[in-house]
Every structure is written in C-alpha cells, then in structure tokens.
C-alpha cells in the first residue's frame, strides 16, 4: 500500500470507529438478548452512508473497494458481530450480481440495497450438506419466459429481513444457474429463525422454493456457469468473513486490556502480572498478524479474484481461528465475571464460533490452502 493510500485508510479506520461506536455498539446487548435484528444500528450504518461502500458508482455505490469493505466490516464487528454480518451479507450477497449480471438487473436491485434501504442474502447451503455445494438439490427449469425454481435452502442469513435472495439452483446435471428471487415472488416461504449459540439477532432460516416462478431476466448472466462466477464471489466474500472475525477479535482484546488494567487483585492491577501479561502480548501478536495476513489477500484479490483464491482461505482460516482463540483467552482474563451477560466478551466469545464454520468450514479451507500448496 503506498503511504498516501495507507492515511487515507487510517483516517477512514477513525471515522468508522467513531460510527461503529456511537451507532452500533449501543445496541449490541440488546440485539443479542431479544434476537431481534440490528435493525436501529443498521439504520445508523445507512444514515452514515457505509452500506453503498460495496458497491461500483454507477449504481449508487462509492466504488466496491475491498480494503474499505473489509475496514468498516472490522469496526462495526469489534463491538456487534451480528451488525457486521448485516453489512458485509450485502455486499457477499450482491457480488455475483454486480459481475456477471445484466446492467437492468442491476439497476433494478442494487441501488436500493446501496442506499441501505432494502437488504440482500444468499442461498447456497441446502438441509443435506454444505460444505458439498456441487450435490446441491435446488432446481431450476426454463418455462417459457419464466425460470421456476424448487428446492430448500438452509441456515440463510437475513431471511425473513431480506427483499433479494441470491440463489444458486442446478439447471442441469453438472450445470448451474444462478437467480435473484424477490420475497413477494410466488412460490417462496420461509422456514423458522433458528435459536443459534451466537450472532442471535441475524436472523437465520430455511428459504424455500416450491414452483417459485420468476421472470427470465432475473437470471445472472450464463445459467450454466453459476458455480464457477460463485468461486469468484467466494473469493471476495471470505475476507469480508475474516474481517467479520478479526474485528471480533480486536474487540475481544480491547475489552480485555481494559478490564485487566482496572481489576486489581494482591494489591495491584491484574495487568502487572507477567501471566496475564504473556496472554495479552500472544492475543496481540495474533491479532496483529491476522490483519497482515487478511490485508496481503485483500491486495492479491483486488488485483486479480482468482489469484488471490488460496490467500483467501488463508486469511480466512487464520482470522477465524484467531477470533475464537482471542474471544476464549479475554473471557478467562475476565475471571468469573466473562462468564457474566455483564461483560461484552462472553457475547463475542459466542460469536466468534460461527466465523470458523460459515463460509466455508476451516477443514475446507485447509483443503483448498492443500491442494494449492501442492498444485494438484
Ligand atoms: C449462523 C449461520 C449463518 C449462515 N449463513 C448462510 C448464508 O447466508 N447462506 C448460505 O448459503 N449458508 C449459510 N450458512 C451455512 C454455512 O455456510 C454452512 O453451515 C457451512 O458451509 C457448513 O455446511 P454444513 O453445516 O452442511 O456442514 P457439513 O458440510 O455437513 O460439514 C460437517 C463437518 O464435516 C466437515 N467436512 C465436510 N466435508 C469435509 C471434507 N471434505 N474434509 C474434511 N472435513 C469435511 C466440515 O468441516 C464440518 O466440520 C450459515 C450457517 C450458520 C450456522
């Protein structure tokens, strides 16, 4: 990164600090406790501007920059992860479209979900596995100047908020398409919002097809190539899920050099005691080298999606495993009280879990990182 690019960059870290801060953070607690979605923190996100940051200018975007992306999805996530997966979820969700759709298709979903108005998800995931997204069930057969989609999506993120679904659907034996489907479409419903261990106020559900018909022109470009535009949205939306857990991370260790330094026990402050300072300095250190890691794939990506496809997962497996690691570390610094709803670290704790399993478990990283380490 040149210099000139990095201030840019920092200055642009404080400014969504200061938002994430001010409109997200108060709401944190209670999205988690009601389940319900960050829907006030989101309106403060969309009032700031930050949900057009993913998207090309002539939709109402600011550019789609990835370092911005994976900058405001870092602040946003280091005090509410389920804030951040409502912000990055848009951009993911839409990536497919913006590269390989038609410019009307375009025109008719993207600007509103830009301006922070209307909201997005994607539908890979089906009931019987996905982490073998190729063995997917879901259908979709021509007729006439209509698609008709059947099957059942599962875990979707935003379901039930979103008016846009990305759906990947087979349109052949080895073939797939790929479609944007609109809630008040016929033949959609909705599964129950599953009670999860953590990210409890996105709402996550069974999306499902049965003769849901579409008009033709809501397919994204070639309805047998979806798998393959997919492995190129993949690519962008895995740092946006490391950024997702890397600001978790950060917030974790935070909270922990705060409380550390303020609980004082032996007459002194805990963070005087070499232990404690040993697990801070490898929290640091692994936070730290996630970051580097993340920001080399994010360069690497936006200078070519395919190339960067290895450091992706890389980024991915590393920033994950960092969330969990760092979130479980600053919960034992807190003694008995991280055990306590009292404290944001038990909530980040929770939450960092899910960022080793979505998007690609950590096992099918470590596949992908493999087989490019061995070029077989
Ligand atoms: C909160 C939440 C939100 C989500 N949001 C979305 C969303 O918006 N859209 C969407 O499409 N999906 C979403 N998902 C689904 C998520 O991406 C999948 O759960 C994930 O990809 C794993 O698929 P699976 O649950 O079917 O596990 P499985 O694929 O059944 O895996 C089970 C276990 O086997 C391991 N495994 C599988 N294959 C291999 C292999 N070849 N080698 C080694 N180990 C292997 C896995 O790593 C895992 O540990 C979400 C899930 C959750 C929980």
Not at 124 to 130: C, D, N, V
Not at 188 to 203: Q, Y
Not at 228 to 252: C, D, F, H, W
Not at 342 to 347: G, L, S
Request: proline share 4%.
């Amino acid at each position: 990164m040149q210099a000139m690019e990095k201030q840019a960059y920092d200055t642009f870290r404080d400014t969504m600090r200061r938002i994430a801060v001010d409109k997200v953070e108060p709401h944190a607690a209670e999205v988690d406790r009601t389940k319900q979605p960050p829907v006030k923190a989101y309106a403060g996100l969309r009032d700031a501007g930050i949900p057009s940051l993913g998207f090309p200018e002539e939709y109402g975007g600011q550019g789609g920059d990835l370092f911005s992306q994976v900058i405001a999805v870092e602040e946003v996530a280091r005090v509410c992860a389920t804030s951040g997966l409502s912000l990055l979820t848009g951009w993911a969700a839409l990536d497919p479209l913006v590269r390989f759709g038609s410019p009307q298709l375009i025109r008719q979903i993207v600007p509103s979900v830009a301006a922070g108005e209307k909201i997005a998800g994607w539908c890979l995931t089906e009931p019987q596995g996905g982490s073998d997204l190729a063995a997917l069930k879901t259908r979709a057969v021509k007729d006439g100047d209509h698609w008709v989609i059947n099957g059942n999506k599962r875990f979707i993120t935003n379901a039930t908020w979103a008016e846009w679904y990305l759906v990947l659907a087979r349109t052949g034996e080895k073939e797939y398409g790929i479609f944007m489907v609109h809630r008040d479409d016929p033949g959609i419903s909705f599964g129950k919002l599953e009670n999860k261990m953590g990210l409890r106020g996105s709402p996550t559900a069974d999306v499902i097809f049965d003769d849901c018909r579409i008009p033709a022109d809501r397919a994204i470009g070639d309805t047998t190539r979806g798998y393959e535009y997919m492995g190129v949205s993949l690519t962008i939306s895995r740092p946006l899920i490391s950024a997702q857990a890397l600001g978790i991370a950060q917030g974790a260790l935070d909270e922990a050099v705060k409380y550390t330094r303020d609980r004082k026990q032996f007459g002194q402050s805990v963070s005087r005691f070499q232990m404690v300072r040993g697990m801070i300095a490898e929290m640091a250190v692994k936070v730290e080298s996630s970051r580097s890691l993340l920001y080399r794939a994010v360069e690497a990506i936006e200078a070519d999606p395919v190339q960067g496809r290895t450091l992706a997962s890389m980024a991915k497996m590393l920033c994950s495993d960092t969330a969990m690691s760092v979130a479980t570390d600053a919960v034992q610094l807190h003694g008995g009280y991280g055990y306590l709803e009292d404290y944001p670290v038990e909530r980040m704790m929770r939450d960092a879990k899910i960022t080793q399993i979505y998007e690609g478990t950590n096992q099918i990283q470590r596949l992908i990182i493999a087989k490019s380490v061995y070029a077989d």
